[in-house]
């Protein structure tokens, strides 16, 4: 088994992904045994299925990828996912709360979130995808860190699991060393998730080095095809 490979989400959430591809990510994910697999909502039935019989999870984005939806709708997305046999849930917070420092409103939103993918399945997985590049985006370090710090604390006070940096879609960017740096400095018992623009071996090494237990990648199967081995 190919341990970079048991921390790397295997994702695909292109709006145009049909279902023979979606069948091809789970195919990848079983040779290479990967963690999971991350698909959109509509898609995870079909993937719980497949994957049933294996040790690999399914994974369902929610509010995926501006986070803008009402509460309720998310919380309503979240419950469905698990439902449909999600054991990990990768949703958007609301991210002004985030942008605003308003940990009191960003903690709220989460616990309900959290409350609804739990009662179907207490042991559900939930990360919160914070875009990192977005608060650390035209603010000062110092701004830049307080931000992350708020949007951990709300994460911990939620009871996610993981803080996780990007969607890989927002046009601030993707995962940055610096970003996953900050998010293990302030995560406490969280877990990290790094995702967006991780395209190469090179470039996991340096996320788990500088704190990452697990990847979101869509390239996945290049990266652990590499030749390199994970120092």
Do not use: W
């Amino acid at each position: 088994m190919n341990d970079l490979a048991r921390r790397i989400d295997h994702t695909l959430l292109k709006a145009e992904a049909t279902r023979p591809q979606i069948h091809r990510l789970v195919a990848e994910a079983t040779e290479h045994e990967f963690a999971a697999v991350c698909i959109h909502g509509v898609y995870v039935r079909d993937v719980a299925r497949m994957l049933h019989d294996t040790s690999i999870k399914t994974c369902a984005v929610v509010a995926f990828p501006l986070g803008a939806a009402a509460v309720t709708v998310k919380a309503s997305e979240a419950k469905a996912a698990a439902a449909d046999g999600a054991r990990e849930i990768d949703f958007v917070p609301h991210l002004p709360y985030l942008l605003k420092q308003d940990v009191t409103s960003a903690r709220a939103e989460m616990v309900e979130i959290v409350k609804a993918a739990r009662s179907i399945d207490g042991s559900v997985v939930v990360k919160a995808i914070l875009e990192t590049s977005l608060l650390t985006q035209n603010a000062s370090p110092a701004e830049a860190e307080a931000r992350i710090a708020t949007a951990c604390d709300a994460a911990r006070g939620s009871g996610c699991d993981f803080v996780k940096t990007s969607t890989g879609f927002h046009p601030s960017g993707g995962a940055t060393v610096e970003a996953v740096t900050l998010l293990k400095k302030h995560c406490g018992h969280l877990r990290v998730k790094a995702a967006g623009g991780i395209r190469t071996r090179a470039d996991a090494v340096r996320m788990i080095d500088a704190g990452a237990d697990r990847l979101g990648c869509s390239a996945s199967v290049a990266i652990v095809t590499e030749r390199s081995t994970l120092q």
